[in-house]
């Protein structure tokens, strides 16, 4: 069974919305889980989705009663960039705009989609709906991923991003200057109260760890400021909610970005830059990088540095 004691992110939630959160389903999805009785609510079979919750209240869905989902198919038409293959893995260099695996909403069409196409010996490669996947990015965040092509090659790396050694360096444009060129956003991340859909440094949340050095200022199109960010955890937009926690948001960003303009950007300025892991099969440490998306990089190209005030 999938437990959960209700937070207060989700009081007052229906509950076919809750069994979609908490069981990463579609909300037509968590319906027939609850007709088919594998919802309970503190213990007791809940037969409507529509029942309010309450915080505190404990929240077990059977798995049993999930829709069985296909398997993801190869889909050729799915476009992205290769730095690097070898028998264990690949590194890919992911477009903005492109969902990572299959999930509710997004059915096809996914980076996973477009993996199976081109290397189909990733089909049997850990969980079926996400097959050869060990992190993930934004679908709005663009740059560097690494797949798994054997399942011991998926473990080790897997473990890697769980003792925080493989490394991880992102580029991002913010709003303001900031006063520290250096700094360590150590705060827990959960769901914000206000939308459940959203996430937000919450003190019940899970401990998120994110540095960040200054990298340029710039006054036009507006302060803006440039920061190299290295993630220590991977927790959901944790770059995302944490800038916008100390006050300055990603440029771009239309969901955590304060309703700012987006200064003609389509999406938040956010690049996976830099991925560093020891390869799995030969023990030999490996890094890659990736230029600014062309996106970004326009962007960049039209704004005004500062000059250095020292």
Request: hydrophobic share 40%; net charge negative; aromatic share 4%.
């Amino acid at each position: 069974m999938i437990r959960e004691e209700l937070p207060g992110a989700l009081d007052g939630q229906r509950l076919d919305r809750v069994v979609a959160l908490i069981a990463d389903i579609s909300r037509s999805a968590a319906t027939t889980v609850i007709e088919n009785g594998g919802a309970l609510v503190d213990g007791a079979v809940a037969r409507s989705g529509k029942v309010r919750l309450h915080a505190g209240q404990v929240i077990e869905v059977d798995p049993g009663t999930i829709p069985v989902v296909p398997p993801p198919g190869p889909d050729p038409d799915v476009v992205f960039g290769v730095v690097h293959e070898d028998p264990d893995v690949i590194v890919i260099d992911k477009p903005a705009g492109l969902v990572v695996h299959p999930g509710a909403g997004n059915a096809d069409g996914t980076l996973v989609n477009g993996v199976l196409a081109r290397y189909p010996d990733v089909t049997d490669v850990g969980e079926p709906v996400r097959p050869g996947i060990v992190h993930r990015l934004d679908a709005g965040s663009s740059g560097l991923l690494v797949v798994a092509r054997t399942e011991v090659a998926r473990q080790r790396l897997i473990a890697q991003f769980a003792d925080h050694s493989a490394g991880r360096r992102y580029d991002a444009v913010v709003w303001r200057h900031p006063e520290a060129t250096h700094g360590i956003v150590d705060a827990p991340i959960g769901r914000d109260a206000s939308d459940p859909l959203k996430m937000a440094v919450v003190a019940d949340g899970r401990a998120a760890r994110t540095e960040y050095r200054l990298v340029e200022r710039y006054d036009v199109p507006a302060d803006l400021a440039r920061l190299s960010c290295t993630l220590e955890t991977g927790r959901t937009h944790q770059i995302r909610v944490h800038l916008t926690a100390i006050g300055h948001p990603l440029v771009g960003d239309t969901v955590y970005g304060d309703r700012r303009p987006t200064l003609g950007l389509t999406r938040p300025f956010l690049h996976a830059a830099e991925l560093s892991f020891v390869h799995p099969g030969t023990d030999e440490r490996m890094s890659f990088t990736s230029p600014l998306a062309p996106d970004l990089a326009a962007f960049l190209a039209a704004a005004s540095v500062v000059p250095d005030q020292g």
